[in-house]
């Protein structure tokens, strides 16, 4: 299989080749791309050296699944001229999420509908994964009727140049700002930018990527999406309405045979999820499940994963290995 990773040297695309190598998956060409400043640049992967190559290239070698995490704009422009020669694009950014006729998918929850047609497939985004991740199995059971989510992400959800103002921040240094403030010892409740309707984009992703992906537009969802210095993974406190009553341990029962969600829950003994334990690793874990007493039918959860792997990664290649599973490539 002719694979290329489209942002190879950006810190999802390192990541990607990583899962990609962990998860033995079938390359038999690995098409590194990037921007024209790295073309030429060594990557390692699978025992071969591979060099850069700039869009054109990529798209000259007709790969059969070309996974980018390169940004909306490149995306909007490129995707397209790959599909066009017949490769299958999945994208980490934005840009094809809420298009109607693309599959916004988490393999877990909605892979089924993919078909042989869909030549460009929206990674979500990392924060709602998670979250879907867990609740997908709550709401086919009993249904959901409101969300109230905030977030608490890693640095790494910005990129490179937040996880440098942070390390130029704790060596006592000046350097470039990803933020409009510190980001040590600080909380920013700015992921993205702001909307007209004073939420986040970041924000509206959890709403309208929620709703999408569990196909129920009667969802209600509110979020608030905060940055924090840790670099792990995302951490979110997650208030679910149901229409109709649940038993707690049976949710915990259900959580617990659910593939790819681990359950994290033994406050007594200090059990609970945390970026520190996420970190590198591919599931969702979830814990402090307990009821809502100020409201019927609720409970409240908390719910980290590392956000550069489940959260675009790995989920990324996890869509890939489905399409090859069911010959959809
Ligand atoms: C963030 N989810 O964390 C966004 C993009 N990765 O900034």
């Not at 007209?196 to 979020?223: C, F, H």
Request: hydrophobic content about 40%.
């Amino acid at each position: 299989m002719k694979i290329a990773v489209v942002g190879a040297t950006g810190m999802v695309g390192e990541v990607m080749l990583k899962v990609l190598e962990e998860r033995d998956f079938p390359v038999t060409e690995l098409i590194p791309v990037a921007s024209e400043k790295s073309v030429g640049k060594p990557i390692d992967f699978k025992g071969k050296t591979y060099h850069v190559v700039n869009l054109e290239t990529a798209v000259s070698l007709k790969p059969e699944i070309a996974l980018f995490s390169a940004g909306g704009s490149t995306s909007l422009e490129w995707a397209p001229k790959f599909a066009e020669v017949g490769t299958t694009v999945i994208d980490n950014s934005s840009a094809w999420r809420m298009d109607l006729d693309k599959k916004l998918v988490v393999p877990e929850i909605n892979a089924q509908a993919l078909t042989k047609s869909d030549k460009i497939i929206a990674n979500p985004n990392c924060s709602t994964i998670q979250m879907v991740m867990v609740l997908a199995p709550l709401h086919k059971k009993y249904t959901i009727k409101r969300i109230v989510v905030s977030t608490y992400q890693s640095i790494s959800g910005t990129g490179v140049k937040a996880v440098k103002q942070l390390e130029n921040e704790l060596a006592g240094v000046k350097g470039e700002m990803a933020y409009p403030y510190p980001i040590h010892q600080n909380a920013l409740p700015h992921c993205d930018v702001f909307e007209e309707n004073g939420y986040t984009k970041e924000e509206m992703k959890l709403v309208r990527e929620t709703q999408k992906i569990l196909d129920d537009r009667s969802i209600a969802v509110t979020a608030t999406a905060v940055r924090i210095p840790t670099a792990g993974g995302h951490s979110e406190s997650v208030n679910v309405e149901f229409e109709n009553d649940f038993d707690i341990n049976e949710v915990r029962q259900l959580l617990n045979n659910t593939s790819g969600v681990v359950l994290q829950d033994n406050p007594d003994v200090n059990i609970y999820p945390m970026p520190i334990y996420a970190h590198g690793k591919d599931d969702v874990f979830v814990g402090r499940i307990r009821r809502d007493g100020s409201q019927p039918n609720s409970l409240n959860m908390w719910i980290v994963s590392d956000n550069l792997r489940k959260g675009a990664a790995t989920n990324t290649v996890q869509i890939a290995e489905y399409l090859i599973k069911n010959s959809l490539v």
